[in-house]
């Protein structure tokens, strides 16, 4: 399929992270950021502003806030 996951030991922060920033993914326990990347419908300029997007978070670790690292039921 066209999935990207990144494994990380904050994954899950990393996604919180990420969805606030409107890019939707999804978690998968224990350590797994899953993106999808359908060619019938997405285009280049999206595909860049998610890695944009991803390089921003990790760069300067805006996942690494209680607000992020907070469990939820649901992801």
Do not use: C
Not at 21 to 31: E, Q, S, T, Y
Not at 42 to 67: C, G, K, L, Q, Y
Request: proline share 4%.
């Amino acid at each position: 399929g066209g999935v990207v996951s990144l494994a990380h030991d904050e994954g899950y922060a990393i996604m919180q992270a990420v969805i606030a920033r409107n890019l939707i993914g999804d978690f998968r326990a224990p350590n797994i950021a899953r993106f999808g990347f359908s060619p019938l419908y997405t285009r280049f300029v999206e595909v860049f502003d998610a890695a944009a997007i991803i390089d921003d978070v990790m760069t300067t670790r805006a996942w690494d806030t209680p607000e992020f690292k907070a469990r939820k039921a649901v992801t």
